[in-house]
């Protein structure tokens, strides 16, 4: 901020403290708080000694839950947060691996399922291992030198799969090489 000689830039000083700003975690726990003192108030004139503590014992117990929540407490808890993403958009799983081996290896099945899905795995082994992104350009080459010339067709993103189908022995040295990287 540019200011004029004589005159001070606008802005919290040195005793004034900064409003916390709209939507943010301070923000809505103070507004929050706010509004538990004005209920609890009004319970107290409503309702008297009685309804003043009926209603802190349930903003307590309202408070907990969402303190917690708004900490981060609840990152592995039962769904209330939506869940982190995992190798794309479909949550990894053995359930339809089955499925999905056989129609890659079959001659008239659907290879891409599983080349989908050995990419992926290769993306994040050579990511965490290796520092390679398959998406980047630059890093392609790289990869397809660790993977190896006979297994990288079946591997790179950028061309298509080599054959209708993986031959059994090429998904065995897929599975091996995965496992050496």
């Known amino acids: 901020m540019s200011t004029r000689p004589g005159r001070r830039a606008a802005g919290p000083t040195d005793g004034e403290a900064e409003l916390p700003a709209p939507g943010s975690v301070r923000h809505s726990l103070i507004e929050l708080a706010v509004a538990a003192v004005l209920a609890e108030v009004l319970f107290g004139l409503v309702g008297g000694r009685p309804a003043a503590a009926a209603g802190a014992v349930l903003l307590a117990l309202a408070a907990l ?31 339809d691996w089955r499925w999905t081996v056989r129609q890659g290896l079959i001659p008239d099945g659907d290879v891409q399922p599983l080349r989908g899905r050995l990419q992926r795995l290769f993306a994040a082994r050579l990511s965490e291992a290796h520092h390679l992104s398959l998406d980047d350009d630059r890093d392609r080459g790289r ?15 950028a061309a298509q799969a080599p054959a209708p189908s993986v031959p059994p022995d090429v998904l065995l040295a897929l599975v091996d090489r995965l496992e050496s990287l």
Do not use: F, Q
């Not at 917690?68 to 939506?82: N, P």
């Open 65 to 95: 839950p969402t303190a917690r929540y708004v900490a981060g407490g609840g990152v592995l808890d039962v769904g209330l947060r939506r869940r982190s993403r995992l190798m794309d958009s479909h949550e990894p799983g053995l359930g």
């Open 143 to 157: 990869a397809a030198e660790l993977i190896g010339p006979g297994l990288w067709p079946w591997i790179d993103p």
